[in-house]
């Protein structure tokens, strides 16, 4: 691992980190704050998954999350979003895939299944790592995330609901494999065969049975792509019926950008850190 930069913030430690990734068969930028409390003990993490077209460097730039983070006493990490560097097929024109767009699946399809392997980077790899250089606490692990990212985390929480405490997410992508900016991408990435396509869609998983304690959903009114890309009611469609704890919150005249996702980025880390710190 090598440390691109470090900065002191609230006490504690803004990072920049990069690291060779056997799974994504490239070099991988993530950045981590640790708070002030970790100098005593481990403290917990939480993970953040971002969006199309984002890097690790959009919720650390703009996401305001470190003061609070500090006095709360959580470890944020913020992974990139797709594989990057010379070899790794794209499509520049295509902000919808490629760099940028890595959708948290694991590619089965070539030339994109040899480096798009995000699935497998932010659940195995990149924890390993996170455990073995940080002050971390991984028994007491939650995971947010936005648009993309937002469907990368619910995917994450249900397909691991023994690993994380807590799951919410703004302005996520709840049913990809139906949604027009991310269809062409699932079918690039995973193949015609729809029914692979389930596994990384929270609506479909909760259809077939995975279940997580609770979400929690910011949802945007004013968001241009609510009503053909992210439609929060399916998801909350499919969990009525099921033991499943939704609260969402449509928030008026908000839209998808960081103004919307700093505005509410208080709540979801004071929601986290009540069930990272709870006696299980």
Not at 43 to 72: F, Q
Not at 232 to 240: G, H, I, N, R, T
Request: hydrophobic share 40%; net charge negative; aromatic share 12%.
């Amino acid at each position: 691992m090598k440390t691109i930069s470090e900065a002191k913030a609230h006490g504690g430690v803004q990072g920049v980190y990069s690291h060779a990734s056997e799974t994504c068969g490239c070099d991988m930028t993530f950045a981590v704050f640790v708070p002030p409390q970790a100098k005593e003990a481990p403290s917990p993490i939480l993970w953040y998954l971002s969006g199309l077209t984002c890097t690790h460097a959009n919720v650390m730039d703009k996401g305001e999350y470190r003061r609070l983070a500090a006095e709360l006493g959580l470890i944020i990490v913020c992974p990139d979003t797709s594989p990057r560097g010379e070899g790794v097929a794209d499509e520049p024109d295509n902000w919808q895939f490629g760099k940028g767009a890595g959708f948290y699946v694991d590619a089965t399809e070539e030339p994109f299944a040899k480096h798009y392997r995000m699935y497998s980077y932010v659940t195995e790899e990149l924890p390993k790592l996170i455990a073995a250089n940080f002050p971390a606490d991984m028994e007491r692990q939650s995971i947010f995330g936005h648009s993309m990212g937002g469907h990368g985390a619910m995917t994450i929480a249900l397909k691991h609901p023994d690993r994380f405490r807590s799951c919410s997410a703004f302005a996520p992508i709840v049913q990809p494999s139906t949604a027009g900016w991310s269809k062409p991408a699932f079918e690039k990435y995973l193949g015609t065969d729809k029914a692979a396509w389930r596994a990384y869609d929270a609506t479909a998983l909760v259809e077939d049975g995975a279940r997580f304690p609770e979400f929690l959903i910011d949802q945007g009114t004013a968001d241009g792509f609510l009503d053909d890309g992210l439609r929060p009611w399916l998801f909350e469609d499919a969990v009525k019926g099921t033991e499943i704890g939704l609260t969402l919150r449509m928030q008026d005249g908000y839209d998808h950008s960081y103004f919307f996702i700093s505005g509410f980025m208080d709540d979801h880390l004071r929601w986290h850190a009540d069930r990272l710190t709870a006696v299980k």
